[in-house]
C-alpha cells in the first residue's frame, strides 16, 4: 500500500508524513537531491528511500524496521545482530580491600536536602578547571553539606537490580 498526499510545501509534507502513527519506511521523488536529502532527514521513519520504493527489502546487510508503531527495534545488518545481545555494563572496585567506592552520605538513596549543592560543588571541584579560590569555595560547600548530613562516609553495601527479577546485595 502507498499513501499520495497533495502538499504545499517541504515543511508540509514532512509534517503529513510525521504526523503518521507508524514510520516503518519513507521515500522521496526529487530531481533536486539536496532537496530530497533535507526532506527525508526530517521525516521520522526506520527507513528512507530517494527516487526509489521499497530496495531497502532486498539489500539484506541493511538495518530492517520502523518507529512509532511501525516498531522500535531492527533486523538484518550489524544493528540486527545487537538486537539478539543482552548489553550490560559491569564495574568493579579495582582494590577490593583495604579500599571500597562509598558514596558521600548526601548522595546516598534516598538523598539527602543538600545532594544538589554537593554535586554540583564536587563537579566543579573536579572537572570545571575553575581557579583555585573557586576550587576552595567549592570544597567548603561539600564540607558544610557533609557535616549537615552526618557524615562522608558510605555504608559500604551495594545494591541493585539485575535485570532478571533478581536484587542483588554485596556487604
Known sequence: IM??????????????????????????????????????????????NVNDFAVN???????????????????AGIEGLRGCCLMRSITRDRFPWPLRTALPKPLQYPVAPGAYAFAHALNELIYAGVSPLMQLRALATMLRVLLASGGGGGSGVASGHSGDGENIKEA
Open 3 to 48: 499513501a499520495v498526499f497533495r502538499f504545499s510545501s517541504d515543511a508540509d509534507a514532512v509534517a503529513i508524513a510525521n504526523a503518521s502513527p507508524f514510520g516503518l519506511s519513507f521515500s522521496v521523488f526529487s530531481t533536486n537531491a539536496a532537496r530530497a536529502d533535507r526532506v527525508l532527514a526530517a521525516v521520522r521513519t526506520g527507513m528512507g
Open 57 to 75: 527489502y532486498l539489500c539484506q546487510s541493511l538495518p530492517f524496521g520502523g518507529t512509532k508503531l511501525s516498531g522500535s527495534d531492527r533486523f
